[in-house]
């Protein structure tokens, strides 16, 4: 804080400005020419680069012949779901226009990514990595490395996003990808393969790890190097070794490799986990002084998922580092506060009229001209959806669905325990936006209260993905202290597009800023909204 003339002045954060061109192009990650979606031609997209506290102001240009929006995932966006860029907080830009996102990553530091949210338009490129850097004063609990490399792993499918939507639209199933890529590609094998990266023999590299992909669970390892994770979703972790780890859709792991091996080449592997087929990604990691390919024995994957929950139950929390303010990250005690409110969601998949539908607690969510949360801040509500159509506990059949806009109240400042029950035999992923969670438990049947025995209350990681395995269930624990219409959602985007997703509203009780921001000026108006007066500041 500066002091002019006995004024206080408040320094604001410092400013990163991006603008982005959106358009189609031409791309064949697996051989086979398709049409992408390309963020200043390039797929896929330009890292965001920035640190804890920063205000990012991206210009987005909207090239494509559809509406777009494009939604930050893991970052929280205190007091402003305005800007989180899902079909319930935003109106879409529209082809030949541009908007400008503006929001701040406060108190947040690790590795995200963003993605286009509407339509299935992840299914043809526009994500890229987005890191945020620890503040200059706050250690961390690693020394810096040689340099650090994003690694974004996804299944991919050959056809158009809009014949994907075609199929989904039609009743169909996406059915299986046609293979995996890392950072857009994967090897040829014919002789023509550059190396991805280069590493110094003795160096030690940071690698950030991110799932992309829109169906399938993935297992990522590097011939012969171990991988000490540091970080996940924002937390650092203590940092034990793997020699892979599987990353659920939607989840994201920061890894430390040193390269202490044979001076030669090595794959990066990445390849489809619970699934009855076994598609494979690799890229080329290569020692400066390398001689020699890498060998075309691949390390092997783990089978089944009572593995990939033993590796999840040894994720803990690293009590004693700093994350992205100055005290510890143990100095919050979540396993000391006394739970508010228990919502156990249930996912179901049914055939509706002959076409396939998934739904939360039996209701399939359909996404509204007018945006819910611009409804909600023009009091227009009522005329758009309807509060609490679940109830906290799912139905005990779901012969019928309903579909209809799914938004569930949650009382500020209250700790709440979400209760994810998988009653399929597949695996399920996800991510709830403008929050992270404690992931207190998995484990296989049914929950039932008897179960929070087994919970973590210690050192569970803060993280904003969870997965849940086939007839499973998985517990997190949270306080909805962050206002604004948040968007919980299948990671799986034939889940997500059929109705597997929902909106929190979290209300400010006293309509404060200190609460939530008031409508941007430069919010776009659509829907029922677009001819009515702007009702100006509701918070003071």
């Not at 966006?77 to 935003?90: A, E, V």
């Not at 659509?526 to 500041?537: A, D, I, Q, R, S």
């Amino acid at each position: 804080m500066l002091c002019l003339l006995g004024v206080a002045v408040q320094a604001e954060d410092p400013y990163v400005y991006y603008t982005w061109k959106v358009t189609y192009g031409i791309i064949a990650p697996l051989g086979i020419p398709q049409q992408g979606i390309l963020i200043n031609n390039q797929f896929p997209g330009p890292e965001i680069n920035s640190t804890s506290n920063n205000n990012i102001v991206i210009n987005v240009f909207n090239y494509l012949d559809e509406p777009l929006l494009f939604t930050w995932h893991g970052i929280q966006l205190r007091k402003n779901s305005w800007q989180d860029g899902t079909p319930g907080t935003n109106c879409p830009i529209l082809p030949g226009t541009n908007y400008t996102y503006k929001f701040q990553v406060k108190d947040q530091i690790g590795s995200y990514f963003y993605y286009p949210s509407t339509a299935l338009h992840r299914a043809a490129g526009g994500f890229g990595g987005h890191r945020i850097f620890s503040r200059l004063l706050i250690p961390v609990p690693y020394p810096d490395p040689e340099d650090e490399y994003w690694v974004l792993i996804g299944d991919w499918y050959t056809k158009s996003h809009t014949v994907l939507r075609k199929f989904l639209d039609s009743g169909r199933s996406l059915g299986r990808p046609d293979g995996v890529l890392i950072n857009g590609q994967t090897t040829k094998d014919d002789g023509s393969d550059k190396p991805m990266y280069t590493m110094k023999p003795g160096a030690t590299y940071k690698l950030r790890i991110c799932n992309t992909g829109i169906k399938d669970s993935l297992n990522f390892r590097i011939q012969g190097h171990p991988l000490k994770l540091v970080e996940t979703e924002g937390s650092h972790t203590v940092q034990n070794i793997y020699d892979s780890l599987d990353v659920h859709v939607g989840q994201c792991f920061t890894v430390l490799v040193t390269a202490d091996k044979e001076p030669k080449d090595y794959y990066m592997v990445a390849s489809t986990r619970l699934t009855k087929y076994n598609l494979v990604g690799k890229a080329i990691l290569s020692y400066t002084n390398g001689k020699g390919p890498a060998s075309p024995e691949l390390p092997p994957a783990p089978v089944g998922w009572a593995w990939s929950l033993n590796q999840f139950r040894s994720f803990r929390w690293n009590l004693t580092a700093s994350a992205a303010r100055p005290n510890p990250q143990g100095s919050y005690h979540y396993g000391g506060i006394n739970i508010t409110r228990t919502i156990i969601l249930s996912n179901s998949v049914i055939r509706s009229q002959g076409k396939l539908r998934y739904a939360i607690n039996g209701v399939s969510h359909v996404d509204t001209e007018t945006p819910l949360k611009l409804a909600e801040y023009y009091g227009i509500a009522d005329k758009v959806f309807k509060y609490d159509l679940i109830s906290d506990v799912p139905p005990v059949t779901v012969d019928n669905l309903t579909l209809a806009p799914n938004v569930l109240r949650a009382t500020y400042r209250t700790f709440i325990e979400i209760i994810f029950q998988n009653p399929t035999k597949t695996i399920q992923s996800y991510n709830l936006g403008g929050y992270s969670f404690f992931a207190v438990a998995i484990e296989p049947g049914k929950w039932s209260p008897e179960k929070r025995q087994n919970y973590n209350l210690l050192d569970a990681v803060s993280r904003h993905t969870i997965q849940v395995f086939p007839k499973s269930w998985a517990a997190v624990m949270l306080t909805f202290d962050n206002c604004g219409m948040w968007n919980l959602r299948s990671e799986q985007a034939e889940n997500r597009y059929l109705g597997q997703q929902m909106y929190v509203s979290v209300q400010s009780p006293e309509n404060s800023t200190r609460d939530e921001y008031n409508l941007p000026l430069t919010q776009l108006i659509c829907g029922l909204c677009k001819n009515m007066p702007n009702p100006g500041n509701l918070y003071h």
